[in-house]
């Protein structure tokens, strides 16, 4: 098996956990190459600030990397531009590995939105960007949290103000269609509780406090489980991430980015794993970002990457594994 790993932004945490949960994840997984993709000066500079011996890892012929040359030098926690068509060749690089086969799956480390678009790429984050270029009609974000639970988002990285109207119906029902089949295809759960929220205040109250909840969520929910998916909802949401409403729910699908992931960060920052649902590759991620304030101090922790190494391999076998046919 062969895993890609793409160190995102140069200037960020990233490079270092990289050579880090590489290092742990050869003693974990011995039967797994890893491809390492960023600049190779770069990642044996930042190996060597985290005490990795890089060049003894690449001596064991499980570790190569994969060398883009940075367009500009970069230091620890000093964004520069000039790098954002560098950190997109990371990514673009390991996309085609993936989709040619030649990688079973791409794990990425953060990169920094803001770098990119400030260089005119149009990109608001990995799972918008996937989706594009894999080529998938959506993809859907879920972060998944060890021991906690799993939460799943219906729009991405959107300016609040526009979150109502890119909720519809077909949509939200895509979404739940999407989650429902991969958490069988990744997970074998066999029939995957998905719970909903609503998007107003108590669900909109009857339709006094918002009418998205009735008019546009309860329809799609209505419309999966007619398809005979267990979605549940909508529910309000501010209780929804309590214990007793998440007890045997397998993932809930939020209706924005700062609806559904706080509660996860909240009760797992660090060890849960960001994986894109939808696509016809493997890909998973860090819960965190590019954590600017500690590059290169080797305080920052490994524990998400190493989470997101596992998960891919764990999702990437089980696919290699005949599948149960999907429903009509
Ligand atoms: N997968 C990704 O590419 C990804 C994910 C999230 C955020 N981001 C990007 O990262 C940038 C910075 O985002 P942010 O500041 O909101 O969040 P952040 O996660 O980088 O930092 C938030 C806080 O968490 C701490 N932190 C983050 N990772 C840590 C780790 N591994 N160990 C210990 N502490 C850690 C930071 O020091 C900071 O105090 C943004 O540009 C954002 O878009 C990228
Ligand atoms: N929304 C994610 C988070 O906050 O953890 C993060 O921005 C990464 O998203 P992509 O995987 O789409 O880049």
Redesign the pocket.
């Known amino acids: 098996m062969k895993i890609a790993i793409t160190t995102?932004?140069p200037a960020?945490?990233?490079p270092e956990?990289s050579v880090q949960a590489v290092q742990a994840a050869c003693v974990e997984w011995p039967d797994v190459h890893f491809t390492v993709l960023g600049d190779c000066a770069l990642l044996a500079e930042r190996a060597a600030a985290v005490q990795v011996d890089w060049t003894a890892l690449q001596a064991t012929g499980r570790v190569a990397c994969q060398h883009e040359a940075l367009r500009a030098r970069s230091a620890p926690g000093q964004l520069n531009a000039a790098n954002s068509h560098y950190v997109l060749a990371l990514l673009d690089r390991a996309i085609d590995g993936a989709l040619s086969g030649e990688f079973d799956a791409l794990v990425?480390?953060?990169?920094?939105?803001?770098?990119l678009l400030e260089a005119d790429i149009p990109f608001t984050?990995?799972t918008e960007y996937l989706a594009q270029r894999t080529g998938a009609a959506r993809a859907v974000m879920m972060l998944a949290g060890r021991r906690t639970f799993r939460v799943a988002l219906a729009t991405t990285?959107l300016p609040l103000k526009e979150v109502s109207a890119a909720l519809n119906t077909g949509g939200l029902l895509e979404s739940l269609r999407i989650i429902d089949m991969d958490l069988r295809r990744y997970f074998e759960i066999a029939a995957p509780r998905i719970l909903v929220s609503g998007l107003n205040p108590h669900a909109g109250e009857g339709g006094y406090l918002g009418h998205e909840d009735i008019e546009v969520i309860a329809p799609a929910v209505s419309g999966a489980r007619e398809a005979g998916m267990d979605a549940r909802g909508p529910y309000p949401a501010d209780t929804l991430f309590t214990p007793r409403m998440l007890d045997g729910a397998d993932c809930v699908l939020a209706m924005y980015h700062d609806q559904g992931l706080p509660t996860l960060k909240y009760a797992a920052?660090?060890k849960s794993v960001?994986i894109t649902l939808g696509l016809p590759i493997v890909r998973t991620?860090?819960?965190?970002?590019?954590?600017?304030?500690?590059a290169g101090t080797g305080?920052?922790?490994?524990?998400?990457?190493m989470d997101a190494i596992g998960s891919a391999i764990e999702i990437a076998r089980r696919c290699r594994r005949p599948q149960p046919r999907n429903r009509p």
Not at 285 to 294: K, Q, Y
Not at 299 to 305: K, N, T, V, Y
């Open positions: 995102g932004e960020g945490i990233g956990l990425t480390a953060p990169l920094q939105k803001r770098i984050g990995h990285h920052f660090g960001n991620s860090v819960d965190h970002g590019t954590a600017l304030d500690l305080r920052a922790d490994p524990g998400s990457l």
